[in-house]
Nanobody, 114 residues
Framework: QVQLGESGGGLVQPGGALRLSCVVS????????MGWYRQALGKQRELVAT???????TYADSVKDRFTISRDNAKNTVYLQMNSLKPEDTAVYYC????????WGQGTQVIVSE
């Protein structure tokens, strides 16, 4: 069973930055497209960024030019660098494979507030 371990969240002021990490317990990690999702309180989970095995990336319009997704296949890890954070980025952030949807991890909470 694939396990997803997100970390790196926290409380940050508007305009600040955080770097999220997600370790994936899966042989062959490098072959899979990965994505970062977020779910704000009372809202549906949304996909914010993806990176495929060729390291082509996509972003939701709401995070474009502020967030950067990357991966380190040697460490089975996908990252999300979040800059210029806004209060509306407050959410629990998760990683997963967009085309497979393994069992969700616990996520990591990001709170953007003064």
């Amino acid at each position: 069973q694939v396990q997803l371990g997100e970390s790196g969240g926290g409380l940050v002021q508007p305009g600040g930055a955080l770097r999220l990490s997600c370790v994936v317990s899966l042989s062959g990690f490098r072959l899979y497209e990965m994505g970062w999702y977020r779910q704000a309180l009372g809202k549906q989970r949304e996909l914010v960024a993806t990176i495929n095995r060729g390291e082509t990336t996509t972003y939701a319009d709401s995070v474009k030019d502020r967030f950067t997704i990357s991966r380190d296949n040697a460490k089975n890890t996908v990252y999300l660098q979040m800059n210029s954070l806004k209060p509306e980025d407050t959410a629990v952030y998760y990683c997963n494979a967009p085309t497979l949807h393994w069992q969700w991890g616990q996520g990591t909470q990001v709170i953007v507030s003064e």
